[in-house]
Protein backbone atom coordinates (compact mmCIF):
# COMPACT_ATOMS: atom_id res chain seq x y z
CA UNK A 1 0.00 0.00 0.00
CA UNK A 2 2.29 2.80 -1.36
CA UNK A 3 0.71 6.58 0.03
CA UNK A 4 1.89 10.04 -1.01
CA UNK A 5 3.11 12.46 0.96
CA UNK A 6 3.57 16.28 -0.26
CA UNK A 7 5.14 19.49 1.08
CA UNK A 8 4.63 22.65 -0.46
CA UNK A 9 7.43 24.92 -0.62
CA UNK A 10 8.44 28.73 -2.06
CA UNK A 11 11.06 30.47 -3.31
CA UNK A 12 12.13 33.70 -5.20
CA UNK A 13 14.77 34.18 -7.60
CA UNK A 14 15.96 36.01 -10.36
CA UNK A 15 17.27 34.61 -14.10
CA UNK A 16 17.81 35.39 -17.49
CA UNK A 17 16.90 32.40 -20.25
CA UNK A 18 20.04 32.68 -22.86
CA UNK A 19 22.67 30.72 -24.49
CA UNK A 20 26.45 31.93 -24.29
CA UNK A 21 27.39 30.95 -27.29
CA UNK A 22 24.06 32.27 -29.24
CA UNK A 23 24.15 35.84 -30.16
CA UNK A 24 22.04 38.53 -28.41
CA UNK A 25 19.67 38.51 -31.13
CA UNK A 26 19.58 34.92 -31.57
CA UNK A 27 18.95 35.03 -28.03
CA UNK A 28 16.02 37.37 -28.48
CA UNK A 29 14.36 35.46 -31.02
CA UNK A 30 14.08 32.29 -28.87
CA UNK A 31 13.60 34.26 -25.43
CA UNK A 32 12.10 36.89 -26.28
CA UNK A 33 11.44 39.13 -22.87
CA UNK A 34 13.32 36.35 -21.06
CA UNK A 35 16.59 37.26 -22.23
CA UNK A 36 16.62 40.81 -20.54
CA UNK A 37 20.39 40.92 -19.67
CA UNK A 38 19.40 42.60 -16.68
CA UNK A 39 17.97 39.46 -15.11
CA UNK A 40 13.59 39.03 -14.63
CA UNK A 41 12.16 37.31 -11.43
CA UNK A 42 9.66 34.55 -10.06
CA UNK A 43 7.60 33.68 -7.25
CA UNK A 44 8.25 29.96 -7.85
CA UNK A 45 6.17 27.43 -5.81
CA UNK A 46 7.15 24.05 -5.51
CA UNK A 47 5.42 20.53 -4.57
CA UNK A 48 7.31 17.66 -3.74
CA UNK A 49 5.56 14.62 -3.47
CA UNK A 50 7.02 11.36 -2.39
CA UNK A 51 5.93 7.71 -2.21
CA UNK A 52 6.25 4.79 -0.50
CA UNK A 53 4.53 2.27 2.27
CA UNK A 54 3.30 3.25 5.12
CA UNK A 55 5.46 2.11 8.36
CA UNK A 56 3.48 0.13 10.17
CA UNK A 57 5.15 1.29 13.13
CA UNK A 58 5.09 5.41 13.12
CA UNK A 59 2.44 5.33 10.21
CA UNK A 60 4.67 7.49 8.49
CA UNK A 61 5.31 7.10 5.16
CA UNK A 62 7.90 10.08 5.77
CA UNK A 63 8.21 12.39 8.65
CA UNK A 64 7.16 15.61 6.89
CA UNK A 65 9.61 17.28 8.86
CA UNK A 66 12.61 15.44 7.52
CA UNK A 67 11.01 16.58 4.29
CA UNK A 68 10.46 20.15 5.53
CA UNK A 69 14.10 20.35 6.40
CA UNK A 70 15.09 18.70 3.19
CA UNK A 71 13.88 21.11 0.94
CA UNK A 72 14.80 23.92 3.03
CA UNK A 73 18.82 22.84 2.96
CA UNK A 74 18.59 21.62 -0.44
CA UNK A 75 16.12 24.24 -2.39
CA UNK A 76 15.04 26.98 0.18
CA UNK A 77 18.69 28.11 1.21
CA UNK A 78 20.14 26.81 -2.36
CA UNK A 79 18.09 29.35 -4.89
CA UNK A 80 15.92 31.75 -2.37
CA UNK A 81 16.53 35.09 -2.89
CA UNK A 82 19.51 34.45 -5.57
CA UNK A 83 20.18 35.01 -8.90
CA UNK A 84 19.82 31.35 -10.20
CA UNK A 85 22.49 32.28 -13.16
CA UNK A 86 25.34 33.90 -10.84
CA UNK A 87 24.46 32.47 -7.77
CA UNK A 88 23.82 28.60 -8.11
CA UNK A 89 26.48 26.57 -9.33
CA UNK A 90 24.33 23.80 -11.02
CA UNK A 91 23.01 26.92 -12.88
CA UNK A 92 26.29 28.18 -14.71
CA UNK A 93 26.15 26.38 -17.71
CA UNK A 94 22.80 24.75 -17.54
CA UNK A 95 19.98 27.41 -18.71
CA UNK A 96 17.28 28.27 -16.00
CA UNK A 97 14.28 27.28 -17.74
CA UNK A 98 11.53 25.74 -14.86
CA UNK A 99 12.50 22.44 -17.20
CA UNK A 100 15.90 22.58 -15.68
CA UNK A 101 15.01 23.53 -12.53
CA UNK A 102 12.86 21.13 -11.31
CA UNK A 103 15.33 18.38 -12.56
CA UNK A 104 17.78 19.99 -10.27
CA UNK A 105 15.43 20.22 -7.28
CA UNK A 106 14.17 16.78 -7.87
CA UNK A 107 18.03 15.56 -8.18
CA UNK A 108 18.72 17.27 -5.09
CA UNK A 109 16.08 16.10 -3.10
CA UNK A 110 15.95 12.14 -4.12
CA UNK A 111 19.43 12.30 -3.13
CA UNK A 112 18.39 12.62 0.48
CA UNK A 113 15.43 10.24 0.42
CA UNK A 114 16.00 6.45 0.97
CA UNK A 115 16.11 4.73 -1.80
CA UNK A 116 12.90 2.86 -1.19
CA UNK A 117 10.96 6.33 -2.18
CA UNK A 118 9.51 7.73 -5.25
CA UNK A 119 9.66 11.06 -5.50
CA UNK A 120 7.94 13.57 -7.44
CA UNK A 121 8.61 17.37 -8.18
CA UNK A 122 5.95 20.43 -9.50
CA UNK A 123 7.40 23.71 -9.95
CA UNK A 124 5.38 26.75 -11.12
CA UNK A 125 7.42 29.26 -12.40
CA UNK A 126 4.04 31.29 -12.41
CA UNK A 127 0.75 30.75 -11.08
CA UNK A 128 0.01 29.82 -14.55
CA UNK A 129 3.18 28.06 -16.18
CA UNK A 130 4.19 24.39 -14.19
CA UNK A 131 6.34 21.81 -14.92
CA UNK A 132 6.75 18.24 -13.30
CA UNK A 133 9.27 15.76 -13.01
CA UNK A 134 9.50 12.07 -11.63
CA UNK A 135 13.18 10.88 -12.84
CA UNK A 136 11.53 8.97 -15.86
N1 LIG B 1 8.94 25.81 -21.65
C1 LIG B 1 9.25 26.98 -21.03
N2 LIG B 1 8.83 28.13 -21.54
C2 LIG B 1 9.13 29.29 -20.91
C3 LIG B 1 9.88 29.27 -19.71
C4 LIG B 1 10.32 28.02 -19.22
O1 LIG B 1 11.00 27.94 -18.18
N3 LIG B 1 9.97 26.91 -19.88
N4 LIG B 1 10.15 30.42 -19.09
C5 LIG B 1 9.77 31.60 -19.54
C6 LIG B 1 10.18 32.82 -18.79
O2 LIG B 1 10.88 32.49 -17.60
C7 LIG B 1 9.09 33.81 -18.50
O3 LIG B 1 9.57 34.73 -17.52
C8 LIG B 1 7.80 33.20 -18.01
O4 LIG B 1 7.03 34.15 -17.30
P1 LIG B 1 5.96 35.06 -17.98
O5 LIG B 1 6.50 35.68 -19.19
O6 LIG B 1 5.43 35.95 -16.92
O7 LIG B 1 4.89 34.00 -18.39
P2 LIG B 1 3.60 34.34 -19.17
O8 LIG B 1 3.82 35.32 -20.24
O9 LIG B 1 3.01 33.01 -19.56
O10 LIG B 1 2.76 35.04 -18.03
P3 LIG B 1 1.27 34.82 -17.65
O11 LIG B 1 1.03 35.85 -16.61
O12 LIG B 1 1.14 33.41 -17.12
O13 LIG B 1 0.49 35.02 -18.89
C9 LIG B 1 9.02 31.71 -20.78
N5 LIG B 1 8.73 30.46 -21.41
ZN1 LIG C 1 11.43 33.88 -16.27
Not at 38 to 58: C, F, K, M, Q, R
Not at 87 to 95: I, R, S, T
Request: aromatic share 10%; glycine share 4%.
Amino acid sequence: MRVTVSRRAHFNAAHRLYRKDWSFEKNNEVFGKCNNPNYHGHNYELIASVTGNIDPETGYVIDVKILKDIIKAEVEDAFDHKNLNLDVPEFQELNPTAENIVVVIYNKIKAKLGKNLDLEVTLYETPRNFVSYSGN
